[in-house]
Structure formats: C-alpha cells, structure tokens
C-alpha cells in the first residue's frame, strides 16, 4: 500500500555550522499538525503462523477501495505479539517484536513476514469483501510461531502542501519500551482491546486512537532523531532553524527576509540558509511560501473569508499576487480550488 518518497535519512558530507541540539521548538510539531486533517482507520486485525509472507500495495491503487475520494493515505501496523520481518524496496529489512509500531507516511509497498522471504500473498486476497460492519480478523499462515499484528491507515488531506508530510522518512519504526511504558503502549494495548471486544462506538474510537498513535510516532521519532539527521522534524528540534520556523508560523503576514530571520535567531543570513538547507533542501524563502499556500488553502476550505482577506493573512501585499502564487503552485486561482476542495471533502466519508 504506498506512494514513493525519498528518504530524508542521508547525510551530506559536511555539516554547515552545527549548533548544539536542543528543543527549540517543542509546539512547533503541534501547530503543523493542527493545519493538517488527520482522519484515521483501523482496518483489521491478523493472526499470522510462521511460515507466512503478506504484501500490502501502493495506496495509490489501493485508496480508492479503502476511502472513496482519498489521495494520500499513511499506513501503520502495530506488532501486538510475536515477531515479523518488515520490507521495503531499497530499504533494509528490519525485525519487528512486541509493541514495535511501524508507520509508512507515503502509503509505500511493502511486506511483513516470519521468517523473511517467502511467497507473497497479498492483504487485500485474505480481507473478506467490503464492506464491513466491523474491522475484519485475518487469520493466515502454516501453523508455526503466531504474529499479531494491528493494521490501520490515516487519510491526511492538503499533503500537497505541508511540510511534515513531504518531509518525512519513506518508514517510521518506533521500538517498544518494555522496562519503560509509555503513552504508545497504553495506546496500542487499548487499540487491542477495543478491536477484540467489539462495543458500541468502537470503530470511532479506534479511528481517534489511530490519530493519536500517529502523532505519538512522530513525536517519539523526533525525540530519537540524531545529531546528523536531516528533515522536517530535526529542522524542528534544531535550535537556529527550529527558532526560525517557529517566527515564521506565528506570523505569515510578516514581511520576513532571511536576513531579518537570521538576526533573530543569531546567525548570519548565509549560515541560516545554509543550515536551512541542509536540513530541509530547501530555502527558507521557499519553505515559507508553501506555508502561506498551505494555510491559505485551509482557510480557503474551511471558511467563507474573501480571498483579499486570505490573501493579507498569509502575507501576500495584493490579491492578484496571491492568485499568481496560488495558481502557479496549485494549478488552480483560489477561487476554483476553493469549490472544489469543498467538493472533495463531501465525497470523502467521515468515521
């Protein structure tokens, strides 16, 4: 199940003046988040006996049948018992165990099987037709060492424009903690629970804690991020350039210059943008304009606001300037994609 992306896990080979790592910009994640609708699904349950190999297609191909009117889809599996091995092309193999969460933020193909290798079979030949009243249990195998795996998806709309969705790892591996539980594991042992006893409101709630379980991927992704790791979350927890993006996002419609940013943070225009791109690959100029366009596309969506009120909003001095931007990003005048994002959001189904 899954859209290609490039990974954001190289490293160049020299690292443009290294401040020390701190947490600079602790909200910063949350108010990206809050800009982006997550909407999540668990999908079913399975029970898989050793010898076994499954493989989940593009979300490309695979969107349409799981959420009518959805383009980009994250897909998660959480390990519950057992172990498996995880499979991406051009990636490394990983082992999963107990409480392992692996997240794939582009929907790319994959595989899970024990042992590795093996004929694959794919998810979508042992789900029962849809639809479903009730997320599926898929029980699959050769009778040997039993996995349990948890499988959901996240429908995330406007990945067009924000930069945690497009500046992300093509795979998010979060280990479990057995001698520390945390918030995850709480997380996944109710997500279980509720799957198994099937109550009243149950679909919805687990649709809610697949969201939650996403955001806590991310966060403790960030928290384990490296010194010499590159993207939109280390850029986050960076200490010049998270600072940075903290200016930007809390004021759009600042007239802000790399020079003026840099200041701010206490770096010279040139060492900011430099540490910028290194971290993001990209400038800061261009980074900021996918913003505003993000944030003029919810505003845009999800208000009746005139598009020169929008357009002052997100700092842009005329109205024909913003549609100039707005359509040579987007391929639409605001006005256009307004109607039909609207059109859209009716056609994709709510929990």
């Not at 699904?41 to 190999?53: M, N, V, Y």
């Not at 799981?66 to 599996?77: D, E, I, M, R, T």
């Not at 709480?186 to 629970?193: F, G, V």
Request: hydrophobic share 40%; aromatic share 8%; glycine share 8%.
């Amino acid at each position: 199940m899954g859209a290609g992306h490039s990974t954001m896990t190289g490293t160049p080979d020299s690292l443009p003046e290294t401040p020390e790592r701190g947490g600079a910009a602790t909200d910063l994640l949350s108010v990206v988040l809050r800009a982006v609708r997550l909407s999540g699904s668990f999908l079913f349950r399975g029970e898989f006996s050793s010898p076994w190999c499954c493989a989940a297609e593009d979300s490309r191909i695979v969107a349409p049948f799981l959420l009518p009117g959805a383009q980009c889809l994250v897909f998660f599996h959480v390990i519950t018992e057992g172990r498996c091995w995880a499979e991406l092309e051009k990636e490394r193999p990983v082992l999963l165990g107990p409480g392992d969460v692996i997240a794939l933020p582009y929907g790319d193909a994959h595989a899970l099987s024990n042992p590795q290798g093996g004929k694959r079979t794919p998810f979508a030949a042992l789900l029962p037709p849809p639809p479903w009243p009730e997320p599926p249990r898929v029980v699959h195998g050769g009778g040997g060492e039993v996995t349990r795996v948890l499988c959901g998806f996240l429908h995330c709309d406007d990945a067009l424009f924000s930069p945690v969705l497009t500046n992300l790892p093509r795979v998010l591996f979060v280990r479990a903690r057995p001698d520390e539980p945390s918030w995850l594991e709480l997380t996944t042992r109710h997500m279980l629970e509720e799957a198994s006893l099937r109550r009243p409101g149950g679909a919805c709630l687990l649709g809610r804690l697949v969201e939650l379980l996403f955001v806590e991927v991310l966060r403790r992704h960030m928290e384990e991020l490296g010194e010499h790791e590159i993207g939109w979350l280390a850029a986050a927890k960076d200490p010049t350039v998270g600072k940075a993006l903290q200016l930007m996002h809390a004021d759009l419609a600042q007239p802000w210059t790399v020079e003026q940013l840099g200041k701010c943070v206490g770096l010279s225009r040139s060492a900011l943008a430099d540490r910028f791109r290194y971290l993001l690959r990209e400038p800061p100029m261009q980074y900021l304009t996918r913003w505003r366009l993000h944030r003029a596309a919810q505003l845009l969506r999800d208000s009746d606001q005139g598009i020169a009120s929008i357009a002052a909003q997100v700092g842009y001095e005329s109205e024909p300037a913003f549609n100039r931007a707005f359509k040579r990003h987007v391929g639409d005048p605001p006005a256009t994609w307004r109607s039909g994002a609207r059109a859209r959001a009716l056609a994709v189904p709510e929990n």
